[in-house]
T-cell receptor, first 110, second 110 residues
Framework: GIQVEQSPPDLILQEGANSTLRCNFS?????LQWFHQNPWGQLINLFY???GTKQNGRLSATTVATERYSLLYISSSQTTDSGVYFC????????????FGSGTRLSIRP | KAGVTQTPRYLIKTRGQQVTLSCSPI?????VSWYQQTPGQGLQFLFE???????NKGNFPGRFSGRQFSNSRSEMNVSTLELGDSALYLC?????????FGQGTRLTVV
């Protein structure tokens, strides 16, 4: 099945800093999503982005499907951005099931 | 539009007991998937149901089972609970492109 690797595993930044989170995947995908897991455990949808670039406020994401990676950019970080960010893909032999990366734990210090 | 509803939110069970978790997907969504999240194993796919049929299954023992009703609501059952079953169980309501997650059920086995 598809392998999903996220980097870095942990990231500690000061408020106001910018960050880039990376997701590499091992096979072609039909679907790629970025999620933010809040302290209560819920996965919040950030982007559905199997290819191309999208922006939503301070967050943006780019997926280069031909090179099998996706990037999540967070600008002007706020303490509320803290949490775990997951990349999740669906495709190939993993069709109809979502495969998650191991996540990037982001800590924003005031 | 109501989101994904999981009940109960928290559960404490004793080893050897069984447990049933419930998930009501977003209205109109016919596919429901279940995931287990543990600190050691991350987010792992359990199974997916579409129109009352199990369409895909992860690598979990037979103690883990599920079903889906005609109104798309889904339940998962874990029999003969083990300490290692302690986890956050997340349900995903699958749209045509994106997955939307509930708040999860946090199960503790003592």
């Amino acid at each position: 099945g598809i392998q999903v690797e996220q980097s870095p595993p942990d990231l500690i930044l000061q408020e106001g800093a910018n960050s880039t989170l990376r997701c590499n995947f091992s096979d072609s995908v039909n679907n790629l999503q970025w999620f933010h897991q809040n302290p209560w455990g819920q996965l919040i949808n950030l982007f559905y982005i199997p290819s191309g670039t999208k922006q939503n406020g301070r967050l943006s994401a780019t997926t280069v499907a031909t090179e099998r990676y996706s990037l999540l950019y967070i600008s002007s970080s706020q303490t509320t951005d803290s949490g775990v960010y997951f990349c999740a893909v669906e495709g190939g032999s993993s069709a109809s099931k979502i495969i998650f990366g191991s996540g990037t734990r982001l800590s924003i210090r005031p | 539009k109501a989101g994904v509803t999981q009940t109960p939110r928290y559960l404490i069970k004793t080893r050897g007991q069984q447990v049933t978790l419930s998930c009501s997907p977003i209205s109109g969504h016919r596919s429901v998937s279940w995931y287990q999240q543990t600190p050691g194993q991350g987010l792992q796919f359990l199974f997916e149901y579409f129109s009352e049929t199990q369409r895909n299954k992860g690598n979990f023992p037979g103690r883990f089972s599920g079903r889906q009703f005609s109104n798309s609501r889904s339940e998962m059952n874990v029999s003969t609970l083990e300490l290692g079953d302690s986890a956050l169980y997340l349900c995903a309501s699958m749209g045509s492109t994106e997955a939307f997650f509930g708040q999860g059920t946090r199960l503790t086995v003592v």
